[in-house]
């Protein structure tokens, strides 16, 4: 089944809806936004919700101590980086990762410097042992998730080739309950990242669409089987 994170989350309301209606993961946010979330914050809401239900941080260069303490107190089971140097902070978090504190980490690129990479026939995107997921996003300039702008899904097979085949994608940019099913029947993804698609206003979740968003991906998966 495809994978499906409800991202911008800063209630526990809102959190509970989203795995009520059927959600993998839900996503705070830590880097400036107008749904940005205290860690603090975030960890009271992480500690009501079932263990099956990954909670996923997203960072935006802050600093690899701070990450890791964020993951540490806030309770998450995964880290997702927005930031301008995101595939080595990647590495760094890899690399020190600790038995005991182990967490999913997904750096995010841009579409448009993907098909630069994928057009000018450059090397594969290689990562370090443990990074096995990836994230796509429209990237607005000067803006990092949340934008509701899409991209072209038709380029999905040619920004593919910038990794290697195992590795796994996740879509994000633009998604709604309207435009789900054709992104995930265009891309064939792992998985999908909503925010705005689902949202009332920044940060506050509209419980319908939520419903929606998530029947419509599983509804994708039955016409596809």
Not at 3 to 25: F, M, P, Q, S, Y
Not at 88 to 106: D, M, V
Request: hydrophobic share 40%; glycine share 10%; with cysteine.
């Amino acid at each position: 089944m495809t994978w499906i994170k409800i991202c911008g989350t800063t209630n526990l309301e809102d959190a509970r809806a989203a795995v009520e209606a059927g959600a993998d993961a839900v996503g705070f946010v830590f880097a400036p936004s107008p749904r940005r979330i205290s860690p603090k914050d975030a960890g009271k809401i992480i500690a009501e919700l079932p263990q099956k239900i990954e909670k996923v941080g997203v960072f935006g260069n802050q600093r690899p101590e701070i990450i890791r303490e964020t993951v540490k107190s806030a309770g998450l089971t995964a880290v997702q980086l927005h930031g301008d140097d995101n595939r080595e902070l990647a590495e760094q978090l890899a690399r020190r990762q600790h038995t005991g504190c182990r967490f999913r980490i997904i750096p995010v690129f841009a579409m448009r410097r993907l098909f630069d990479l994928a057009t000018s026939g450059s090397e594969l995107i290689e990562f370090a042992d443990g990074i096995d997921t990836i994230l796509l996003d429209s990237n607005a300039p000067g803006q990092r998730g949340g934008t509701g702008e899409t991209w072209d899904w038709t380029l999905g097979r040619m920004l593919r080739r910038c990794f290697r085949p195992h590795m796994r994608m996740i879509v994000a940019g633009g998604l709604a309950p309207a435009n789900v099913a054709e992104a995930i029947r265009t891309l064939q993804p792992w998985g999908v990242d909503v925010c705005s698609g689902v949202e009332r206003t920044p940060g506050s979740k509209d419980h319908e669409k939520l419903k929606a968003f998530v029947g419509a991906v599983r509804g994708s998966e039955e016409r596809s089987g």
